[in-house]
């Protein structure tokens, strides 16, 4: 059921948009009130001009989006980060051109790399301090067991593969001959050196399905260098062991992608503890969050990141607000970041119960909610199938803007 | 905007209503002569609402009547069976078929436009009139109750009444169209006073209107296009000057159904205000409004219906009962 005008609005104001726009929408404008009116056009070109509105925003999704006209859709995610992206083209670049690495050079540029990431707690220090102890100790050969002696070429070939050097070094400790005690050990130690208590680590290790000790140290290091103290991290991962899967290129890349967004350290550890799935779920579907919020529900990027929006599924926002819209409870704001009726707070749709929401913010029932949620399912599922049905011209990028859209 | 001023805290939930996908009744064809249909319907989980009223109804006698006949005026047509999911069910009928006799098994439609054709209590052997009867269903309708001795059936619009003659072609075998002398016009309703004066016993008015839940989702058609703008803003006044029109071909002591898809009250009681009050002051015909609360109460449970009409009854959409809007009166010629 949805809005289409047969052809694009004009941007010259509302009369000009009512001279123009479908019958229906007139039909919505009479009927029902404005905001219909508004809602059904802004996601598709006024909010490409939104770097008036909300200015941070097309910092991270690229310039591009934030000049495009006439509506133009969200990129994929390899796009959204275009700054990033070519740094890390580049580096691999580089690492490839060379021939011989000479080891010891390469010491200087993961000490730079690790403090450029560090935040400047005490405990960071102490793990920081552990990891170029490591770094080092790797490059004398001497304190770990049964290392052969490396060739520089081996190094080469394992930047080639694009691993962070964190995790390059901390594959040197692999025991070649005697197996899984002693790179435990060498876990044990290095967990102890960042911060983590015995039971701590006794905690870590019982994790199941427990993952490879080196991948158990990546990823808590990872987390480490992120800012989330040991504690936190304990009790995330026990929470949450599927983290623990995550090859670390990918968590080098979300966590990277999230600090963008404007989650770091303090948020990010209350990220990692309520809602883990911002590591591993699909970028896509995160940029489908911040897509609604910003173009729905013009939630600006600070408020977004305030209200810990991420923790909610893209469902749930869906449900709640289009709910809203629908009684005329939740206005899209215009260009100007306007609307005729003050919109309820974040928190009050998202972070309430769904009782408390339908008293204190929908002033509906639950029966009405339920069968309107039936209802909306529905509605996606048909949008969803008539797309990939084949609406001609629709690019992949429109189709997931559609499913935003109700009618 | 008017409708949250003319419907305050109810509002929201109308609203959410009309923006979410209606609801749907079946109504069995009777000519189609299949018993299974309805079992068919209730193996879904539908059930007949009108079967439903009715079991209602005699549950609840009115001050004390025991075996009298139901007064004309709140006596509901007969023969009708139509199906709708309970309250809360979102399911779907599946689309009708082509039962024996080469007609359709059932007709889907908004439960809610059955009522005015149940207010209107036909009987046996009466002259009807729809008078703006296109796209068919009311019509189809007032012809399941078997009746009518004549039924007459127009709509202005030539293309409307093509789709009105193919809802009769797909329901209704020839023998029965031809019994009951149904007379497909495309003439000007508002002519029908000149045209059949004092002629039916029962007239459906069911005009044209700003068709409001049909209005935000589609295109086609629409009575918010730019250049219908005028047509919208001039619909009252046809309202009246039809009404006015039905009311005059009706013969005296007969029944009058005035009926619209709109939730605005100048389309609704302002035009029967108006209309009797138009019948009065210019052919000094005396007109009494019908009062339809018994009726109203027998359909609470399936419909959801406004509180505060001043004359008339209004279905109200709301999303655990997704019908309407339907606005219906009831009227008696008296003179």
């Given at each position: 059921?949805?809005?289409?005008?047969?052809?694009?609005?004009?941007?010259?104001?509302?009369?000009?948009?009512?001279?123009?726009?479908?019958?229906?929408?007139?039909?919505?404008?009479?009927?029902?009130?404005?905001?219909?009116?508004?809602?059904?056009?802004?996601?598709?070109?006024?909010?490409?001009?939104?770097?008036?509105?909300?200015?941070?925003?097309?910092?991270?999704?690229?310039?591009?989006?934030?000049?495009?006209?006439?509506?133009?859709?969200?990129?994929?995610?390899?796009?959204?980060?275009?700054?990033?992206?070519?740094?890390?083209?580049?580096?691999?670049?580089?690492?490839?051109?060379?021939?011989?690495?000479?080891?010891?050079?390469?010491?200087?540029?993961?000490?730079?790399?690790?403090?450029?990431?560090?935040?400047?707690?005490?405990?960071?220090?102490?793990?920081?301090?552990?990891?170029?102890?490591?770094?080092?100790?790797?490059?004398?050969?001497?304190?770990?067991?049964?290392?052969?002696?490396?060739?520089?070429?081996?190094?080469?070939?394992?930047?080639?593969?694009?691993?962070?050097?964190?995790?390059?070094?901390?594959?040197?400790?692999?025991?070649?001959?005697?197996?899984?005690?002693?790179?435990?050990?060498?876990?044990?130690?290095?967990?102890?050196?960042?911060?983590?208590?015995?039971?701590?680590?006794?905690?870590?290790?019982?994790?199941?399905?427990?993952?490879?000790?080196?991948?158990?140290?990546?990823?808590?290091?990872?987390?480490?260098?992120?800012?989330?103290?040991?504690?936190?991290?304990?009790?995330?991962?026990?929470?949450?062991?599927?983290?623990?899967?995550?090859?670390?290129?990918?968590?080098?890349?979300?966590?990277?992608?999230?600090?963008?967004?404007?989650?770091?350290?303090?948020?990010?550890?209350?990220?990692?503890?309520?809602?883990?799935?911002?590591?591993?779920?699909?970028?896509?579907?995160?940029?489908?969050?911040?897509?609604?919020?910003?173009?729905?529900?013009?939630?600006?990027?600070?408020?977004?990141?305030?209200?810990?929006?991420?923790?909610?599924?893209?469902?749930?926002?869906?449900?709640?607000?289009?709910?809203?819209?629908?009684?005329?409870?939740?206005?899209?704001?215009?260009?100007?970041?306007?609307?005729?009726?003050?919109?309820?707070?974040?928190?009050?749709?998202?972070?309430?119960?769904?009782?408390?929401?339908?008293?204190?913010?929908?002033?509906?029932?639950?029966?009405?909610?339920?069968?309107?949620?039936?209802?909306?399912?529905?509605?996606?599922?048909?949008?969803?199938?008539?797309?990939?049905?084949?609406?001609?011209?629709?690019?992949?990028?429109?189709?997931?803007?559609?499913?935003?859209?109700?009618? | 905007?008017?409708?949250?001023?003319?419907?305050?805290?109810?509002?929201?939930?109308?609203?959410?209503?009309?923006?979410?996908?209606q609801k749907?009744g079946?109504?069995?064809?009777?000519?189609?002569?299949?018993?299974?249909?309805?079992?068919?319907?209730?193996?879904?989980?539908?059930?007949?609402?009108?079967?439903?009223?009715?079991?209602?109804?005699?549950?609840?006698?009115?001050?004390?009547?025991?075996?009298?006949?139901?007064?004309?005026?709140?006596?509901?047509?007969?023969?009708?069976?139509?199906?709708?999911?309970?309250?809360?069910?979102?399911?779907?009928?599946?689309?009708?078929?082509?039962?024996?006799?080469?007609?359709?098994?059932?007709?889907?439609m908004d439960a809610a436009s059955l009522l005015p054709?149940?207010?209107?209590?036909?009987?046996?052997?009466?002259?009807?009139?729809?008078?703006?009867?296109?796209?068919?269903?009311?019509?189809?309708?007032?012809?399941?109750?078997?009746?009518?001795?004549?039924?007459?059936?127009?709509?202005?619009?030539?293309?409307?009444?093509?789709?009105?003659?193919?809802?009769?072609?797909?329901?209704?075998?020839?023998?029965?169209?031809?019994?009951?002398?149904?007379?497909?016009?495309?003439?000007?309703?508002?002519?029908?006073?000149?045209?059949?004066?004092?002629?039916?016993?029962?007239?459906?008015?069911?005009?044209?209107?700003?068709?409001?839940?049909?209005?935000?989702?589609?295109?086609?058609?629409?009575?918010?296009?730019?250049?219908?703008?005028?047509?919208?803003?001039?619909?009252?006044?046809?309202?009246?000057?039809?009404?006015?029109?039905?009311?005059?071909?009706?013969?005296?002591?007969?029944?009058?159904?005035?009926s619209?898809c709109?939730?605005?009250?100048?389309?609704?009681?302002?035009?029967?205000?108006?209309?009797?009050?138009?019948?009065?002051?210019?052919?000094?015909?005396?007109?009494?409004?019908?009062?339809?609360?018994?009726?109203?109460?027998?359909f609470?449970?399936t419909f959801s219906?406004?509180?505060?009409?001043?004359?008339?009854?209004?279905v109200i959409p709301?999303?655990?009962a997704?019908f309407g809007p339907m606005?219906f009166?009831?009227?008696?010629?008296?003179?």
């Open positions: 059921m949805l809005v289409r005008s047969p052809c694009p609005p004009t941007c010259d104001g509302w009369e000009a948009l009512a001279h123009e726009a479908a019958a229906q929408l007139v039909a919505r404008l009479h009927l029902l009130g404005d905001s219909e009116l508004r809602r059904g056009h802004a996601a598709h070109s006024d909010w490409s001009h939104g770097g008036t509105r909300f200015p941070s925003l097309p910092l991270v999704m690229g310039r591009a989006e934030a000049q495009d006209q006439g509506g133009r859709k969200w990129r994929n995610e390899e796009a959204l980060l275009p700054a990033q992206e070519s740094k890390r083209r580049d580096r691999t670049m580089a690492a490839r051109g060379r021939q011989v690495l000479d080891w010891h050079r390469l010491i200087p540029l993961s000490w730079a790399s690790i403090s450029r990431q560090t935040p400047h707690f005490g405990e960071q220090k102490r793990a920081t301090a552990s990891l170029l102890r490591k770094l080092t100790t790797a490059s004398s050969g001497g304190a770990l067991k049964g290392l052969p002696h490396v060739q520089p070429r081996k190094y080469v070939q394992e930047l080639e593969c694009g691993t962070s050097l964190t995790q390059c070094l901390l594959e040197k400790q692999r025991a070649p001959v005697d197996g899984g005690s002693s790179a435990r050990e060498e876990v044990i130690s290095s967990l102890l050196d960042m911060g983590f208590t015995d039971v701590h680590v006794q905690e870590l290790l019982s994790i199941q399905p427990s993952p490879h000790p080196q991948q158990l140290l990546a990823i808590i290091s990872k987390l480490i260098l992120l800012g989330v103290n040991p504690e936190p991290v304990c009790v995330a991962l026990k929470k949450s062991p599927q983290l623990l899967k995550l090859p670390i290129m990918h968590m080098e890349k979300r966590s990277s992608y999230l600090r963008k967004l404007g989650i770091g350290e303090g948020k990010l550890k209350r990220m990692l503890y309520c809602c883990p799935e911002i590591f591993t779920m699909h970028q896509r579907d995160i940029d489908r969050i911040v897509k609604y919020a910003y173009f729905r529900m013009g939630v600006n990027h600070s408020d977004m990141v305030r209200t810990d929006f991420l923790q909610y599924s893209i469902t749930k926002i869906r449900q709640r607000h289009t709910f809203l819209e629908r009684l005329g409870r939740y206005q899209t704001p215009d260009k100007k970041g306007q609307t005729q009726i003050p919109n309820p707070l974040v928190k009050d749709i998202l972070r309430v119960s769904e009782a408390e929401f339908l008293s204190k913010t929908a002033y509906s029932t639950a029966e009405e909610f339920e069968v309107f949620k039936k209802l909306l399912a529905r509605e996606e599922e048909e949008e969803s199938e008539s797309h990939m049905s084949g609406d001609k011209s629709t690019s992949e990028e429109e189709e997931e803007e559609e499913e935003e859209e109700e009618l | 905007m008017t409708y949250s001023v003319q419907f305050g805290d109810i509002w929201p939930s109308i609203r959410v209503s009309l923006l979410s996908e749907y079946a109504l069995v064809n009777n000519f189609a002569a299949c018993d299974h249909v309805s079992d068919e319907l209730e193996q879904l989980h539908a059930r007949d609402f009108v079967n439903k009223a009715h079991s209602h109804g005699e549950l609840e006698p009115e001050s004390g009547q025991t075996a009298a006949p139901s007064p004309a005026s709140w006596a509901c047509s007969p023969n009708l069976r139509c199906f709708t999911f309970t309250r809360g069910d979102v399911s779907r009928f599946p689309p009708a078929r082509l039962g024996s006799l080469g007609v359709m098994d059932y007709y889907l054709v149940l207010a209107l209590g036909l009987q046996p052997g009466d002259t009807v009139l729809d008078l703006c009867a296109a796209p068919g269903g009311k019509t189809l309708a007032l012809l399941q109750t078997g009746c009518c001795r004549n039924l007459a059936a127009n709509d202005l619009s030539t293309s409307r009444t093509g789709r009105l003659h193919k809802v009769l072609h797909s329901y209704v075998p020839q023998d029965v169209r031809d019994k009951s002398r149904v007379r497909v016009t495309s003439w000007d309703g508002r002519k029908w006073g000149e045209l059949e004066g004092d002629t039916y016993d029962r007239v459906l008015v069911d005009v044209p209107c700003t068709t409001d839940r049909h209005s935000l989702h589609e295109e086609e058609n629409n009575i918010f296009q730019r250049s219908r703008k005028k047509e919208r803003q001039m619909l009252p006044m046809l309202q009246v000057q039809l009404l006015a029109a039905g009311l005059l071909a009706t013969k005296p002591g007969g029944y009058v159904v005035y619209t709109s939730l605005s009250h100048l389309q609704n009681e302002y035009v029967v205000q108006g209309a009797i009050e138009l019948l009065s002051n210019q052919y000094n015909i005396e007109v009494r409004v019908e009062d339809l609360t018994h009726f109203r109460k027998l609470m449970d219906f406004f509180p505060s009409c001043q004359v008339g009854e209004l709301n999303l655990l997704n606005y009166c009831k009227m008696c010629r008296l003179t």
